[in-house]
């Protein structure tokens, strides 16, 4: 069955701090993604890749930068966590066009 | 751009009642659409995928149709139960292939 794994899976930080966030898949994807997750907006794309060392913007990139080592690593970077970037962060796999599978997400809360 | 639009947000049900959920869509394309469940503290799941081949789609009790004429596709069950209680999300492939967009979602909250 399709594995996607995120660490860690709650994180607190403050204001101003670098915060990663991890995901791996062992699905042999070439997709991954990051989304957020708020309160009356569903899941909103913020990076996604297509392949190892090359990553894409999504529809609220700022604020983010991602980073994508090898197909099964993609990672979610706050240089500079903001109180506005406290949210649950999921990530996904897929081949294009396909069902993304999704990890069970961090939730992150910015003080 | 594509868009989806999930208008329900809140659905209150009891047992055995029956559930229906819609979402319209604009898009350029004839698109594979998709039906997500989220249960509490989880992840989303693929619940159905519905395509331009099939117009249907049938899982776990769950029914999905959509409408390529309306550009709408719902999700109904007959007889909901307790476990049913999720939020559930439309969504359909963006143009190129490369991300879904997911509808808001809807709260589907199901008391015994």
């Known amino acids: 069955e399709a594995a996607v794994t995120q660490s860690p899976r709650s994180k607190v930080a403050v204001t101003g701090g670098k915060v990663t966030l991890s995901c791996h898949q062992t699905n042999n994807h070439d997709y991954m993604y990051w989304y957020r997750q708020d309160t009356g907006h569903g899941l909103r794309l913020i990076h996604y890749s297509y392949v190892a060392d090359s990553t894409e913007k999504g529809d609220i990139p700022d604020g983010y930068k991602a980073s994508r080592p090898s197909q099964e690593n993609f990672s979610l970077i706050l240089e500079l966590a903001s109180l506005s970037q406290t949210a649950v962060y999921f990530c996904?796999?897929?081949?294009?066009?396909?069902?993304?599978?999704f990890g069970p997400g961090t939730r992150l809360t910015v003080l | 751009g594509d868009s989806v639009t999930q208008k329900q947000g809140q659905v209150t049900l009891s047992e055995d009642d029956f559930l229906f959920i819609n979402c319209t869509y604009s898009t350029t394309t004839y698109p594979t659409l998709f039906w997500y469940v989220q249960y509490p503290g989880q992840g989303p799941q693929l619940l159905l995928k519905?395509?331009?081949?099939?117009n249907k789609g049938i899982s776990r009790g769950f029914e999905a149709t959509y409408d390529k004429g309306t550009t709408s596709f719902h999700l109904q069950k007959a007889s909901v139960q307790e476990s049913d209680s999720a939020v559930y999300f439309c969504a359909l492939v963006g143009q190129g292939g490369r991300a879904l967009i997911f509808g808001t979602g809807t709260t589907v909250s199901v008391s015994p």
């Open positions: 519905v395509t331009t081949a099939n």
């Open positions: 996904a796999s897929s081949e294009l066009g396909r069902e993304q599978y």
